[in-house]
């Protein structure tokens, strides 16, 4: 008889819950900021060894060079600052997630939305620098993501992108405020506060600079849309 896997692997400096993808239906992440290279590297291990798809987020420079010679096989993406390794056939992508920036200097968060509503499940595309300071830039793309399961808008400065395209659509719409902006902007504060009182009823807000969770979410709620769950 084959042993039983544990519930939680203990490494010492981490206990890895092996049995979040029963319950939660994807693995555990790994938050990487304040971890040495050797302990995000014993991590990703022992999700692998466990046949579990890795995902890691927040990877600086250091660490994408030792995570690159340790699994080469691996995706990064250099923008977002994430790591992606999964373990056998990925299923076919469903649903249909959109990622909307206002701006280009969004785009790492973007990009952190857009490759973890990915791994998750989730169809997803991206529309860049296409804020409220130039409107048509937008309203160009309406009819390529007004049939969207569910919109990411990421936005700093003013943060009023999330309210202009949730005006648009019938879909829940996640905004995601950014440290981008001067001083006033108070690192994403000021987006913060501009989108927590969006006037569009389908808006929902998550953390300043929080793009893993806005394209997790979207990605349950994509696959929950595709009867997948």
Known sequence: MDPVEPAVADLGYAHVDLERRQRCGFPEVIYCEGKTCEWVEGVVRRLIDAKQHCLATRVNDQLAVHLSAQFPSA???????????????????????????????????????????????????????????????????????????????????????????GGLVDCPVIAVPTSVGYGAAFSGLAPLLTMLNACSANVVVVNIDAGFKAGYVAALIARRMAGTE
């Open 75 to 165: 995706q990064q993406d250099r923008v977002a600052r994430t790591f992606w390794l999964p373990s056998g056939d990925v299923a076919t992508p469903v649903g249909r997630v959109m990622v909307i920036t206002a701006g280009t200097s969004d785009l790492p968060v973007a990009r952190e939305a857009l490759v973890t509503a990915q791994a998750v499940g989730a169809s997803a595309e991206l529309i860049a620098d296409v804020g409220v300071a130039g409107i048509h830039r937008l309203l160009r793309h309406q009819q390529k993501f007004a049939d969207a399961d569910v919109i990411i808008v990421v936005a700093g400065m003013d943060g009023a992108l999330p309210s202009v395209v």
